[in-house]
């Protein structure tokens, strides 16, 4: 999902680096490219790490290849989404049906 360079890809290796050290708020998609519903958010969610940039941090966790964030975030459907600070989960939101849902979403994220 992530080959653009508004969002950052997160893997246990960096997760420090990319999440809890991060100045901004992070939106953390984890998913698949092989997943339905995650390919209809992924237009969405790689225009609004675009517009939102200045104010969010778009990133991108390989369900199938990090177990140890799926085990950390408890993930047990993907997408899961989730609203992140330092580290901190501020928000959560797993299987998204409609873009409509992400799209509150987000906004709701940039109020963090």
Known sequence: MSDSKFIVDVTEANYDETVVNCPKTVLLAIGVPWCIDCRRIQPMFMEFAEKYS???????????????????????????????????????????????????????????
């Open 54 to 112: 200045d104010k969010l941090q778009f990133a991108h966790c390989d369900f199938d290849k990090e177990a140890g964030l799926n085990s950390k975030f408890k993930v047990r459907h993907i997408p899961t989404l989730i609203v992140l600070r330092k580290g901190e989960i501020l928000d959560t939101l797993v299987e998204p049906k409609n873009v409509k849902l992400f799209e509150e979403f987000v906004q709701k994220a940039l109020t963090f």
